[in-house]
């Protein structure tokens, strides 16, 4: 397993948080999820020979907000 930190734009409530996590853990090869408001961010732990950090980033922005991996 792997993690990515997400940078995540556009969030402006507690709904916008639940609504990014459960896209991401719906997302196969992402063992978890989790997205704090406050922070802008997502820590999202992932099986690397299932899905990558592009996949990951693509399903946040699919759903209509802007996200970034860190280095």
């Not at 639940?18 to 992402?30: F, N, P, Q, S």
């Amino acid at each position: 397993m792997e993690k990515v930190i997400l940078d995540i734009a556009g969030m402006r409530c507690g709904a916008c948080a639940v609504g990014i996590e459960l896209a991401l853990r719906k997302k196969r090869g992402v063992r978890s999820a989790k997205v704090s408001l406050i922070e802008r961010m997502a820590v999202v732990e992932y099986d690397p020979a299932m899905v990558t950090k592009s996949d990951i980033v693509k399903v946040v922005n699919d759903i209509g907000y802007i996200a970034t991996a860190r280095s």
